[in-house]
């Protein structure tokens, strides 16, 4: 870990030795490349080798980020005893005199991330040990041990917020911190902790943030800090969350745990003000059903917590993992990608204020839909990536999904939603049911279910505004299916031969759509050329990987501002698509993947002019059989395509003349032969020599 620093800053060494070399001239030139404004003098990347002495002395703010300054000095800032706020991100900074901040008794704020203050260590904390009034001190990215870093903050009692992000601290002990009563923020993301002493956080009465995420921890418990408001362990390796089981009012709003191993939900305070909780990319489960509840001694679990010679038990009942946490106010809860088979009774009754849930990626069978339950103030519900074959609904059931707008149930094995489900969602704007086998009721069902739901039914949705059904083995669509609803989003692509041929059964939504995908749908324009004259307000159109010969129709659609056409069968470009109307709001335009015809890409300068077409590099033409890029297409292409076709006239002609010269001769014979008088006639008027 020592050596890890060592080369570091060897290498900082090698580039700043070359950067000085040069840099004689360049200071002097660069002292004008600061920029002034008000009390700020910004000196950004000006290579400076040292502080410039002759910016305005009453600046407040010096900014001499990317300096390849290496030393700070004693006399460095003395120009400049009004710095409120120094920032000296990646100067190579190895060290800092002693006395380099000793009139700088209105510091308040001093960043230097990305330096090598790992060098000179002790200098560096006993100039920062001068700065009695420092509120903000950035210290990532230096390389630094907690050894260091304990003596860089000694006594530093005004801190408000510090970071040491980026470093090699391994482990904290109780002596870190001490002395930092105002501390509020303090950043440790991205070191190797692996381990925190009980008691490192004691004397950090006022901290509200605190972030460790990427680090080593294998498990958090006994957490007892009541006043802190978010905690980050994210990216960890942590097994176990596990709350004091103290009855203190914790101040807890935020909890991100995601990217860990926890393989149960987390032991929350019993009172607490969560209103976030992120568990994303864990092993979690809920376990109860696996057990049998009449044995509950098997169902707990007992932790040693060793502390000096003190060891005290905690037992906990894994099994009602989340019912003696304080979930009240939780409003956020991310639980995907997670191994959560089903939720238990009860579990969301806990939680009245939520409104996000994300169960994406998991592995549940069978969602039951309760009074309460899901609450009132779900506003957003993704299940997508499950294995759900079935939603159940409780008879009766009306108004539970009020307030969702957003259903993502992409990704499982729905054949259909319970009736009532949707009409009870009055607030709905988006669903998502890609990627399910579902069909849709060819007409109306009524409200009363007999059996299990066998199809969908989206008619008279009046605040649908966004529906994907893309993947869903849809069959041909019957009249407006959408009927009723305000779909201007509407994405029915890979379900091959939904529209048979035609696009009528969209002629009720046409005038709202603004998006509408119809990839991979078998759309072909052999009989009829497509028609989206009626789509007043579309934006954006997906065309592609369809069958079509002919460019469609865009009438009155001068709203269109992107189009997608690959994977068709165009074999030219109409000459009018480049002066039609379309084209003036055309932002984007995809062609390529089609069969066209070199010789039939007379548009292709004026839409080359255009700029419009995004894949303009890969849209091939075939020229004799050759195929060739558009781009790379001869100047005298149009020339080359006439004398082909000359080319090719002369050759029919050549084969044909021989064989028709031929078939003459052979006829005039013939016709001679049957008709003697008449060559008689011609012998004794021609006195031609007879071989007969
Ligand atoms: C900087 O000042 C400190 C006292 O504040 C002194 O001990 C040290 O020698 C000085 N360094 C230089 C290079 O003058
Ligand atoms: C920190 O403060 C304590 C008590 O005020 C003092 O004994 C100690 O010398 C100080 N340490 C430094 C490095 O200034
Ligand atoms: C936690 O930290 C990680 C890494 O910096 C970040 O991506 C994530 O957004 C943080 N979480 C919260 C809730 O701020
Ligand atoms: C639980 O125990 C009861 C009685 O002891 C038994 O009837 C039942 O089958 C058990 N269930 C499981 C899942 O083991
Ligand atoms: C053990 O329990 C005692 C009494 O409940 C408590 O004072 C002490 O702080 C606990 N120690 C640990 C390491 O949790
Ligand atoms: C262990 O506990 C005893 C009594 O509780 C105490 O006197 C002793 O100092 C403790 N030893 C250590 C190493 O903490
Ligand atoms: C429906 O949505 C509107 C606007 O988003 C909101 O004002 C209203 O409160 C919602 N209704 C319910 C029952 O949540
Ligand atoms: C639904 O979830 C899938 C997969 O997680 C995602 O790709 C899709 O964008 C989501 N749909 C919506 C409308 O958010
Ligand atoms: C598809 O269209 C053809 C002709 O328009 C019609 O005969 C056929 O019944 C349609 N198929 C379905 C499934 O609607
Ligand atoms: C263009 O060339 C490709 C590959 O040689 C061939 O598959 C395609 O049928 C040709 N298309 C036309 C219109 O000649």
Redesign the pocket.
């Given at each position: 870990m020592e050596l890890l620093p060592l080369w570091l800053c060897l290498g900082f060494h090698f580039l700043t030795v070359e950067w000085k070399s040069r840099s004689g001239t360049a200071t002097a030139a660069s002292h004008g490349g600061c920029k002034l404004v008000g009390g700020v003098a910004d000196c950004q990347g000006q290579n400076l080798a040292s502080v410039p002495s002759i910016l305005p002395p009453h600046s407040q703010t010096l900014i001499l980020d990317a300096n390849p300054l290496k030393t700070l000095w004693n006399h460095s800032l003395q120009p400049y005893p009004l710095l409120e706020s120094l920032s000296l991100h990646s100067c190579h900074l190895e060290r800092v005199g002693r006395g380099a901040f000793r009139e700088q008794n209105h510091l308040r704020s001093l960043a230097l991330a990305d330096n090598c203050l790992s060098e000179n260590y002790k200098e560096t904390a006993a100039a920062l040990h001068t700065l009695q009034g420092l509120q903000r001190l950035d210290l990532s990215g230096n390389s630094l041990t907690e050894d260091m870093a304990t003596l860089m903050l000694q006594n530093l009692s005004s801190l408000e917020s510090v970071s040491l992000a980026r470093n090699t601290i391994m482990r904290l002990d109780d002596s870190v911190f001490e002395g930092l009563g105002h501390l509020r923020e303090l950043d440790l993301?991205?070191n190797y902790i692996f381990e925190i002493e009980g008691g490192a956080f004691d004397g950090l009465t006022e901290l509200r943030h605190l972030?460790l995420?990427?680090n080593n921890l294998p498990c958090i418990v006994d957490f007892s800090l009541t006043q802190l408001r978010?905690l980050?362990v994210?990216?960890n390796v942590l097994e176990w969350f596990l709350a004091s089981e103290e009855q203190a009012a914790f101040e807890l709003e935020?909890l991100?745990l995601?990217h860990n191993q926890l393989l149960f939900f987390p032991l929350l305070p019993q009172c607490s003000k969560l209103h976030?909780l992120?568990l994303r990319d864990n092993n979690m489960g809920f376990y109860r059903d696996l057990y049998n509840t009449s044995s509950p001694q098997e169902m707990v679990a007992q932790f040693l917590l060793v502390d000096g010679n003190v060891t005290n038990v905690t037992t906990v009942n894994l099994w009602e993992e989340f019912a003696s946490s304080d979930l009240s106010d939780l409003r956020f809860l991310d639980m995907s990608q997670n191994q959560f088979q089903y939720l238990p009774d009860g579990f969301l009754k806990k939680m009245p204020s939520l409104s996000h849930l994300n169960l994406n990626q998991n592995c549940l069978m069978t969602l039951h839909i309760r009074e309460h339950d899901p609450p009132g103030a779900l506003t957003e519900l993704d299940l997508s990536h499950n294995q759900l074959s079935q939603l159940h609904l409780a008879p009766g059931l009306t108004g539970c999904l009020r307030s969702l707008r957003l259903f993502n149930l992409s990704s499982n094995q729905l054949l259909g939603v319970p009736t009532g489900l949707f009409a009870s969602a009055s607030n709905i704007t988006t669903i998502d049911m890609s990627h399910n086998q579902i069909s849709l009721c060819p007409r109306p069902v009524p409200l009363d279910p007999v059996g299990p739901p066998s199809c969908v039914d989206f008619r008279n949705m009046a605040s649908l505004r966004s529906l994907s059904l893309e993947g869903c083995g849809l069959g041909a669509l019957q009249d407006c299916p959408f009927q009723g609803t305000s779909l201007t989003h509407l994405d029915l692509s890979s379900n091959w031969g939904i529209l048979n041929g035609s696009i009528t059964p969209l002629r009720d939504i046409a005038p709202m759509l603004q998006v509408l995908s119809l990839k991979n749908v078998g759309l072909s324009s052999s009989f009829t050329e497509l028609d989206f004259s009626g789509f007043r307000n579309l934006r954006d159109l997906d065309l592609s990987g369809n069958c079509l010969t002919s460019f469609p129709r865009f009438g009155g659609s001068l709203a269109l501002q992107t189009l997608d056409l690959r994977r068709n069968l165009l074999t030219a470009l109409p000459q009018r698509v480049v002066s039609e109307q379309l084209l003036r709001n055309l932002q984007t335009i995809y062609l390529s993947q089609n069969p066209y015809d070199c010789c039939g890409v007379e548009g292709w300068g004026a839409l080359q002019r255009l700029q419009t077409v995004a894949d303009l590099a890969m849209v091939t033409c075939n020229l004799s059989s050759k195929v060739i890029r558009v781009m790379e297409l001869p100047g005298g292409v149009a020339q080359d395509c006439k004398w082909e076709r000359v080319d090719m006239g002369l050759l029919y002609l050549v084969l044909i003349l021989p064989s028709c010269l031929t078939l003459l001769v052979a006829c005039t014979i013939i016709f001679l032969t049957f008709k003697k008088p008449l060559l008689q006639v011609i012998k004794s008027r021609c006195h031609w020599s007879s071989i007969y």
């Amino acid at each position: 870990m020592e050596l890890l620093p060592l080369w570091l800053c060897l290498g900082f060494h090698f580039l700043t030795v070359e950067w000085k070399s040069r840099s004689g001239t360049a200071t002097a030139a660069s002292h004008g490349g600061c920029k002034l404004v008000g009390g700020v003098a910004d000196c950004q990347g000006q290579n400076l080798a040292s502080v410039p002495s002759i910016l305005p002395p009453h600046s407040q703010t010096l900014i001499l980020d990317a300096n390849p300054l290496k030393t700070l000095w004693n006399h460095s800032l003395q120009p400049y005893p009004l710095l409120e706020s120094l920032s000296l991100h990646s100067c190579h900074l190895e060290r800092v005199g002693r006395g380099a901040f000793r009139e700088q008794n209105h510091l308040r704020s001093l960043a230097l991330a990305d330096n090598c203050l790992s060098e000179n260590y002790k200098e560096t904390a006993a100039a920062l040990h001068t700065l009695q009034g420092l509120q903000r001190l950035d210290l990532s990215g230096n390389s630094l041990t907690e050894d260091m870093a304990t003596l860089m903050l000694q006594n530093l009692s005004s801190l408000e917020s510090v970071s040491l992000a980026r470093n090699t601290i391994m482990r904290l002990d109780d002596s870190v911190f001490e002395g930092l009563g105002h501390l509020r923020e303090l950043d440790l993301q991205r070191n190797y902790i692996f381990e925190i002493e009980g008691g490192a956080f004691d004397g950090l009465t006022e901290l509200r943030h605190l972030n460790l995420a990427y680090n080593n921890l294998p498990c958090i418990v006994d957490f007892s800090l009541t006043q802190l408001r978010l905690l980050n362990v994210s990216y960890n390796v942590l097994e176990w969350f596990l709350a004091s089981e103290e009855q203190a009012a914790f101040e807890l709003e935020t909890l991100d745990l995601s990217h860990n191993q926890l393989l149960f939900f987390p032991l929350l305070p019993q009172c607490s003000k969560l209103h976030t909780l992120l568990l994303r990319d864990n092993n979690m489960g809920f376990y109860r059903d696996l057990y049998n509840t009449s044995s509950p001694q098997e169902m707990v679990a007992q932790f040693l917590l060793v502390d000096g010679n003190v060891t005290n038990v905690t037992t906990v009942n894994l099994w009602e993992e989340f019912a003696s946490s304080d979930l009240s106010d939780l409003r956020f809860l991310d639980m995907s990608q997670n191994q959560f088979q089903y939720l238990p009774d009860g579990f969301l009754k806990k939680m009245p204020s939520l409104s996000h849930l994300n169960l994406n990626q998991n592995c549940l069978m069978t969602l039951h839909i309760r009074e309460h339950d899901p609450p009132g103030a779900l506003t957003e519900l993704d299940l997508s990536h499950n294995q759900l074959s079935q939603l159940h609904l409780a008879p009766g059931l009306t108004g539970c999904l009020r307030s969702l707008r957003l259903f993502n149930l992409s990704s499982n094995q729905l054949l259909g939603v319970p009736t009532g489900l949707f009409a009870s969602a009055s607030n709905i704007t988006t669903i998502d049911m890609s990627h399910n086998q579902i069909s849709l009721c060819p007409r109306p069902v009524p409200l009363d279910p007999v059996g299990p739901p066998s199809c969908v039914d989206f008619r008279n949705m009046a605040s649908l505004r966004s529906l994907s059904l893309e993947g869903c083995g849809l069959g041909a669509l019957q009249d407006c299916p959408f009927q009723g609803t305000s779909l201007t989003h509407l994405d029915l692509s890979s379900n091959w031969g939904i529209l048979n041929g035609s696009i009528t059964p969209l002629r009720d939504i046409a005038p709202m759509l603004q998006v509408l995908s119809l990839k991979n749908v078998g759309l072909s324009s052999s009989f009829t050329e497509l028609d989206f004259s009626g789509f007043r307000n579309l934006r954006d159109l997906d065309l592609s990987g369809n069958c079509l010969t002919s460019f469609p129709r865009f009438g009155g659609s001068l709203a269109l501002q992107t189009l997608d056409l690959r994977r068709n069968l165009l074999t030219a470009l109409p000459q009018r698509v480049v002066s039609e109307q379309l084209l003036r709001n055309l932002q984007t335009i995809y062609l390529s993947q089609n069969p066209y015809d070199c010789c039939g890409v007379e548009g292709w300068g004026a839409l080359q002019r255009l700029q419009t077409v995004a894949d303009l590099a890969m849209v091939t033409c075939n020229l004799s059989s050759k195929v060739i890029r558009v781009m790379e297409l001869p100047g005298g292409v149009a020339q080359d395509c006439k004398w082909e076709r000359v080319d090719m006239g002369l050759l029919y002609l050549v084969l044909i003349l021989p064989s028709c010269l031929t078939l003459l001769v052979a006829c005039t014979i013939i016709f001679l032969t049957f008709k003697k008088p008449l060559l008689q006639v011609i012998k004794s008027r021609c006195h031609w020599s007879s071989i007969y």
